[in-house]
């Protein structure tokens, strides 16, 4: 069978990535998948929540994303 054609998400980003519904593009914090025990509770306890991508990325991210915005 053939695949219908069309524009396709980036499903890699599509995980790692949430557009909100005024445009800006979120994205989980760096830096707590292993070795937390070495890092002090401040340092963890601020690496939970999102925060916004950079604007300078913000425009690659949504190319990759066509139907959030």
């Known amino acids: 069978m053939r695949r219908p054609k069309g524009i396709k998400t980036r ?3 599509a995980k790692r990535f ?3 519904a005024g ?3 979120l994205r989980a ?3 707590k998948r292993h ?3 070495t890092k002090n509770p401040k340092r963890r ?3 939970r929540g999102t925060t916004t991508v950079h ?3 913000e425009y690659r991210i949504k190319q990759n994303l066509p139907f959030t915005h």
Request: charge should be positive; avoid cysteine; hydrophobic fraction near 40%.
């Open 11 to 13: 499903k890699s980003v």
């Open 18 to 20: 949430k557009v909100t």
């Open 23 to 25: 445009g800006k593009v």
């Open 29 to 31: 914090r760096a830096g």
């Open 35 to 37: 070795l937390a025990q």
């Open 45 to 47: 306890r601020n690496l």
């Open 55 to 57: 604007p300078a990325d």
